[in-house]
Structure formats: C-alpha cells, structure tokens
C-alpha cells in the first residue's frame, strides 16, 4: 500500500468515525413534540404521529449515497366497490397531477433530479423517489407527499387529458397474451373477492368514473391514519423527523370510519378451465391454486414448494416438461397477499408441442407430491435461492424502503423480517403438508369444470391473530455499518487501481474499486474479446449461442450444479456475449467473490454444450422469435434496424428477419458451438472491472491463477461501425388483434462523442425527450393524454462518427394520426421557437444530479469502468464531460437542435392493427 493511499484511508477513517459519532447523536436527540417511538428492528425504527396517526419509518443508512422516500396508502383495488374497478390506480394517476401550490408535479420531480414512480396493487398503493441525498431535496419531497395526501386537485379536464394514457397502459397488457391469461385465470378462481379482478380494472369502470366518486375515494383513503411513510438511505434522522413532523402534523385526523373489508372468498369445490383464443404468440399452459394468505403460518412452505416445483433447471416441473421437450420452459410464483391468495405454475409450449399433454404432466407433478415427496436437498436448493434474493434486497436499504410497502400491505411492516425467519426454520414435512394440502385438482383452475364423484378440497381460511403472531418478535441480526462514499470523478480515479496484469498468452486490464458496501458486496465484471469481421463471417448466431450455453454444463458440472454452487456462494452470474466478445458479470459478497470468479471462469474456459441443453436452448429460442413474429414492438424494432443496413448476411452488423433467424437456429449443431470454442475463446483481448467490498490482491490471484495456462485467443480487432445515411421513409406494418401499437423512429447523424456538439446534443435529446418534464412527454403523454409512454435516446460511438436520435410511443391504433400530428407540432415548435432559459437551466441541474445518482451505483461504476478500459478513459472524462454540460449557453443548444434534427429526414415505423380501426370508420 502506497504512503498517499494510507493518508487516505486515515482521512477517510476519521471522517466516518465523526459520521455516525453524529449520526448517534441525532438519534439521541429529543423526539420532536408529537412524535412517539413504537418500537426497532433490524436498522428500522417505527414512529408515530399523535395528531394524526401516521406510521413512520426510518431506516438510515450512511453507506448509501442516496435516499429513497416511500409513501404506502393502505388501498388498492380489492378495496374498490361495485364499478369502481381501476379506480385506485386511476387515482395514482392523478395524484401526479398537481395540487394548487405544485401544479406539474412530474417536472418538479425531474428538476431536482427524482427518480420517481407510483404503483398500484390489489392491497396498496405507494408513491417513491430515490435521489442523491441533498437535504433540501429530501425536505421539499416529504412536504410535497404532505401535500399531495389532502390536496390533490383530481380534475375533470385532467381526468379526461389521462384517460387515453390510462387506456393505453389497459392495451400494452392486452397485448401479452401470457399476462391476460393469467388474468383470466385468476379472475376465474375467484368468484366473490376483489383479487380476481385486475388492478387496472374494467374498461367501462375506467372510462365512466364518476369524478365525485373518484375524489370522495381519494378524501376516504388518502389519509395519514390509512398511510405509512418510510425514509430510507441517507439521510438525518432528527431533521427529517422534525421535517415530517411540520409537514404532516397540521393534517387532522379523519373524522370517517374505514369500511371493514369482510368478502371471504369460499372453498373451491372442483377444477375450472379458461380458453383464451387470440391472433399471434405461442401456447401457454397455466394452473392456479387458492393458497393462504402472505401472514399465514403455512404460506412459507407454499412458497418453497412452488419454487421447487417451478425452479430452472432443478425444478420438477422442467424436468418432467422441458428436458423431455413437451414445453419450452416453465415458471412458477407464488403471491404474498393480505388475504389468501393464488400459487401459478405455467409451461410456455412450442408450436409443434401437444398443449394438452404438457397441461396433463404439469398437474399430475404439482398434484401427485404425496406419491413423490419432496427431498431434502431440493428443500435446500429452495431455500437457498430465496434466501440470496432477499439478501440481494436487504444490502440496498434505499430498495427496502419501497419493497416494504408489501409487508405493510399484509398487515405489518415487520413480515419482511419474519418471513426471512419462517422461511429458514420451514422444515421438509411442512413443505411436504402444504402441497399435499393446496395442490389438489378440487382446488385448481386452468379449464372447464369437470364434476368429480369424491371431491377433495382445501381447508377453509382462518383469520390470522398478527398481534400474537408478532408478539414479543425480535431477531439477532445486525449487520455491520459502514461509511459513505464520496462519489465524485476525482475521488472515484483516486480509489481505482488501473493496471495490466500479463500473463503468458495475453494481457488483462484491469480497473479495481475497493470500497465499503453494505453487506460486503461486490460487483464484477469480465469481458473476453477474439477474432475480427473476416474471420467470424457467418458466425454471429454460433457465437450467440455459444456465449448463452455456457453456464448449461461443463466437463465437471452440470447446468443444475453450476446453478447450486453460485447459489451457495450468493452470487448472482450472467454470461452474455455474440459477435467478437462474451462478457461475464457477477454480484456477491466478499468472502465468497474470490470462488465465484474461479467458477465463472472454470465455465468459460470448460464448457461442455450438453446435447440436451443445446436442443432444448434453440427450440425456446424459435419459439421466441416465433412469438415475437406477430408483435408490434418486435416487428417495428426489427424494421427499423434492417431499413438500410448495407452489410451482406453473413457479416457480424447484417440484421437477420425473423423468419432467418429461425432457419439460422435450426441449422445449428452441438459441435459448431464446441468448435467456435475452442477456435476463439481464450486469452488476448480480457478486461475486468470490479467494485466494492474485496481484497484486490486476492482477485488479482485468483485471476492469473485461472488465466495463466488459458490458450491464445486469436487477435481481436473492433468491428467497425461507420455513419449510414439513410433514406426518409415512413413504414406501416399490420400486427392484427392487438390493442397497442408502437411508433418508432430513428435519425442518423455523423458524430462522435468527443466532437464539440456532442453534450449539447446530448442536452437537446434530454429536453425533447427523454425526461418527465420534455417537450414529447408532456404534449402526448400529459397535454393530449395519447400515450403511457414516450421518449426518445441519443447514442454516439466512442470510436467513429456515427451516432442516432431515435424516439418511441406506444398508443392506441386509432390514435395514429394524431399521435404523429403532436410529434411534428412538437419538433417543429421547438425548432422555430428555441429552448427558454428556464428549461435549460433545469436540465442541466437535474442532469448532473442523475449522473451523480449513477456514479454512486456500484454496478454502474462496474459497467462504466468496462467501458473506459475499451475506450483507454478515466472519470476524468465524466468530470470533463459534466464541465461541458454546465458550460452549454442557449445558443450552444438551439443551435445544435436546428443543425441536427430534421424531422424531414426521419425513418418512421408505426405497427398496430390500423386495418381495424379502419374497418371501424367504414
């Protein structure tokens, strides 16, 4: 260790010691009048307010660089009435549309750099943002959910400008046929609770709302007794309590009763059947059981169960399906809900496979657990699975803040705990009692009623005591605190260690970021680069496929035991790759990153390309792109990414058809993929980034000692990517039978990102569209109320001049002609009119404090360190970057917007099904 490196972390030392000595003292501070402490657990402490009842939470974490704020309404859509359907997310909606003081919540949110959402489900609706911790940003977001919670406007014009978004957003789901057919199935399940509607609800509720209602709704549960608001990240507990407590405490308590929700649905009493018969896709089967509620003692069990039945590649259900080519892949999940809710199971099928078959062996292996218990070692492959996901949350606390709002939901924010808890001491035999007690044909829905002589059916639903189910609850975990991060440029270069490590057949460059994390985390990535145009002609597709089959066996082990070992290393793994490079990203924790490196590389180097595995691999991928064949967003982004391409078919830049792709596949063999390995991969061309908690020594071992007698990889040589004009075009395409379309267009332009204009252009792109306060944003989606979503990217290589403006929506098929009138409106106002003053101003802000946001990230560290060791960059080019951002005038950006966007020579791409819109009109 350097003498500079050791005057830094003494710095570094002291400055987190003086943190949390400050941070203690905080929190032993008096409590602000009117706030009592109800109780803590696990870095989270419960408050109340007396004058209104509102539930706070706190979770301080000084390791994070950001916060995030999660407001939770105890409402969703279970608690709508008779025609009310949708009208808790409807009102999600038009929450975001102002109160008399914050008119344009959304651009407010976007000028001071929020990254915000509101969502709504069957038993709550929240309203978050995370952002880069900035104390008055923090005070002007609590006060603005104060306001937001009893004075939102809710009116009529607004309601009728989102109407269409709404509609939109009813036809983007409308559109997967897996996501309606499992809505209705479940709707199916249920006769009687409010579970088995959709929380988007019924278009006719929708569209018929009663304004009156809709505000009345809004008066009865938007409420501080009826709300939970959690604080998570970085932040000042004692400010912020004082903050909260000026903000929320001048609200009274409602003087209303909350209706007592009492609708129990009864115990299903034979087999159901649903056929959903539309245009396009591929067969889906689907199976639905009643389960209990997310509170419930048994539902940890179900849970397990359903994930040892549904798992890839251990599941039982893609042994019995998959591996014996009856369906393609299969899933499963189980839903933790306030009231007993359902377990899935679902088998996408081949065109060429038998539905019914695959159907009858998905029900026979849920059903028949009595006739083959489960083992051990699937209980804790289950086990482990679940247990490192939740960790993955927990080692994010701005992430716990917001997924608390289900444990809220179900009763009590503490179940987010206590579940870890239930699932850890969960053991076989009541593993092997809950399937034997949910899983039963009486209790299934996936078809038509069949009557049975001898039904055999689920036990009703008791209610569940929380109180005693939680009393006395304490847990003994505490993980350790660490400090924060200063996420600048400067200090960023400062910490990396940037070096080559060279080994007989080829240099490494690394980039190494060691740093405290919460949880001891750590995220890597590795990139193998080989070959060049010439020498990977008509190898694009091998070299795809060979990249994805790489963690499916190697010559030691199989897929599943690939998937066991990173699993009990908690780390999550992907290998990616095509063209000229495979690339492997991880996230862990320290002490097991260094194994989890010399797995991941034991499977690059030692792939075994299981016969099985490749055949079940590219029957998915047909079926896929079969699917993808009569959709509009696959057919338009196909489209536009074909529409000019000069290459011939067999270079690495060509863009195949569909109908190519699928001949490209099936022509295919096991030994092409082994012989593409062994020609190209190997050392030469390898970049490595890693970020967080580890020993750089270590990794930096672990590495030449898996490396070092790795074979040479052929030279490796970039791809070129140069600048291709194209020809202004406007293309319709026919997807029939689907409710949404898509718009898509694309602007070629010849630049660099290191020419002059370049952050001026990225500013242009940014004001236009790519924001919740730009131009496209608040005409089509806000003003006209056409779309649930629009934007548009600007992207320059690093390499060559060759960049392109490219723009989306989606909206109804009859709506095309006055979504294109808005877009040009749109371009062209702001090409004659200019930007204001005002609006750059804002984005700069609000851009530099995103790309702040980033740099805090440590997987976008990762990411961008890949990038810049390809690029021979440091963060000295972020920080320069950010320079040129603030230094832009309003000339520098409008001149850049009237150079570089002509609408005039645009490709544009509309796919939907306008035939019937058309046949409407006639």
């Known amino acids: 260790m350097s003498d500079t490196y050791r005057t830094y972390s003494l710095r570094w030392i002291s400055f987190t010691v003086l943190y949390f000595l400050a941070a203690f003292a905080a929190l032993a501070s008096p409590l602000p009048e009117g706030v009592r402490e109800v109780r803590h657990l696990e870095g989270i402490t419960e408050y109340k307010l007396d004058a209104n009842g509102l539930t706070i939470l706190l979770a301080p974490d000084a390791s994070s660089p950001s916060v995030s704020v999660n407001v939770t309404y105890l409402v969703g859509s279970r608690h709508e009435n008779y025609g009310q359907t949708g009208m808790a997310h409807l009102l999600e909606h038009m929450i975001f549309k102002g109160t008399p003081t914050v008119r344009n919540a959304m651009a407010e949110f976007s000028k001071r750099g929020l990254q915000f959402n509101g969502t709504t489900s069957a038993d709550r609706t929240n309203y978050f943002a995370t952002f880069a911790y900035n104390p008055e940003v923090l005070d002007w977001y609590i006060r603005w959910q104060a306001d937001a919670m009893v004075n939102s406007l809710i009116l009529r014009e607004d309601l009728d400008s989102e109407m269409t978004v709404v509609r939109n957003e009813m036809e983007r789901s409308e559109n997967n046929p897996v996501r309606t057919l499992i809505d209705k199935t479940r709707s199916a399940a249920y006769q009687w609770h409010n579970y088995g509607k959709t929380t988007i609800g019924a278009r006719s509720d929708v569209e018929e709302v009663d304004i009156e209602q809709l505000r009345d709704f809004y008066r009865l549960y938007y409420q501080p007794d009826n709300a939970v608001l959690t604080v998570a990240g970085k932040f000042d507990p004692q400010r912020t309590l004082v903050t909260i407590a000026d903000a929320f405490s001048g609200i009274p308590r409602p003087d209303r009763t909350l209706p007592r929700q009492y609708t129990v649905e009864p115990v299903q009493d034979g087999e159901r059947r649903i056929t959903l018969r539309r245009n396009g896709g591929t067969p889906v089967a689907l199976s639905v059981y009643h389960i209990p509620a997310a509170t419930h003692p048994d539902f940890a069990a179900v849970e397990l169960a359903t994930n040892i039945l549904g798992d890839t590649p251990s599941g039982r259900l893609y042994k019995a399906l998959v591996t014996t080519e009856l369906a393609v892949s299969v899933g499963s999940g189980a839903w933790d809900a306030a009231d007993p809710s359902t377990a899935l199971f679902l088998a996408s099928i081949g065109v060429d496979q038998d539905t019914e078959k695959a159907l009858s062996v998905m029900n026979s292996t849920v059903e028949n657990i009595r006739g083959n218990p489960f083992t051990e070692e699937e209980l804790k492959r289950a086990k482990a699975s679940w247990l490192n996901n939740w960790n993955q949350t927990y080692s994010d606390m701005t992430r716990v803040g917001i997924v608390l709002s289900d444990p809220i939901a179900q009763g009590d924010w503490r179940m987010f705990f206590k579940h870890r808890d239930q699932i850890q001491q969960t053991t076989l035999e009541e593993v092997q009692k809950a399937a034997e007690t949910y899983f039963l044909q009486a209790n299934r829905t996936e078809g038509i009623y069949i009557p049975t002589d001898k039904p055999v059916r689920a036990p009703a639903f008791e209610p569940v005591d929380l109180q005693a189910l939680l009393e006395g609850y304490e847990t003994e975990r505490v993980d350790s605190l660490v400090g924060s991060f200063d996420p600048s440029p400067a200090n960023i270069d400062a910490m990396t260690q940037r070096k080559v490590l060279n080994l007989p057949s080829g240099a490494i460059k690394v980039a190494l970021l060691p740093k405290e994390s919460r949880g001891d985390r750590v995220d890597a990535s590795i990139e193998v680069r080989f070959g060049n145009a010439e020498a990977l002609k008509g190898k694009a597709t091998i070299s795809s496929v060979t990249a994805a089959l790489l963690d499916y066996g190697t010559q030691q082990l199989n897929r599943e035991q690939i998937r066991d070992r990173f699993n009990e290393l908690e780390t999550e793994v992907s290998f990616d790759g095509g063209g000229t490079g495979v690339r492997i990203d991880l996230s862990g924790r320290k002490g097991t990153l260094p194994e989890a490196i010399r797995l991941a590389l034991h499977v690059l180097k030692k792939p075994s390309f299981p016969e099985d595995q490749f055949e079940e691999f590219i029957n998915r991928a047909i079926t896929q792109t079969q699917a993808a064949m009569t959709e509009p967003n696959a057919i338009a982004g196909n489209t536009l990414a074909r529409y000019g391409n000069p290459w011939p078919s067999d270079d690495l830049r060509y863009v195949p058809t569909f109908e190519e792709s699928i001949d490209l596949y099936r022509s295919l063999k096991r030994q092409d993929l082994v012989d593409f390995h062994e020609s190209f991969y190997g050392n030469g061309a390898i970049t490595m980034a890693v970020v967080g908690s580890f020993d ?25 990517d140069p600048f291709v004009e194209l020809k202004p075009d406007q293309i319709v395409l026919e997807t029939p ?4 379309a898509i718009f898509l267009a694309k602007l070629p332009i010849p630049m660099q990102d290191t020419d002059p204009d370049y952050p001026a252009m990225v500013l242009v792109n940014y004001l236009i569209g790519d924001q919740g306060s730009s131009r496209l944003w608040m005409r089509i989606r806000e003003t006209d109320g056409l779309s649930y979503g629009v934007g548009s990217s600007f992207s320059a290589s690093a390499f060559e001049s060759n960049a392109d403006w490219q723009v989306y929506a989606i909206y109804a098929p009859e709506n095309r002609a006055r979504l294109t009138k808005a877009f040009q409106e749109v371009l062209e106002g702001a090409i004659r009119d200019g930007f204001t003053e005002e609006e750059l101003k804002t984005a700069v802000q609000a851009m530099l404090n995103q790309r702040a946001l980033a740099r805090s990230r440590d997987s976008v560290l990762t990411n961008t360190w890949m990038s810049y060791l390809t690029t021979n960059r440091t963060f000295e080019w972020s920080q320069a970057f950010d320079d040129k951002i603030k230094a832009l005038t309003l000339d520098d950006v409008n001149t850049a917007l009237r150079k570089y966007i002509k609408p ?8 939907g099904d ?9």
């Open 696 to 720: 750089p020594e270590t990794i930096e071992r672990v590495i030449k000692e898996e490396l070092s007698d790795w074979k040479k990889a052929p030279e490796y040589t970039r791809v070129g």
């Open 737 to 740: 039978d689907k409710a949404n």
């Open 904 to 911: 005039e020579q645009l490709v544009e791409v509309f796919a």
């Open 914 to 922: 306008f035939a019937k819109d058309a046949r409407k009109t006639d």
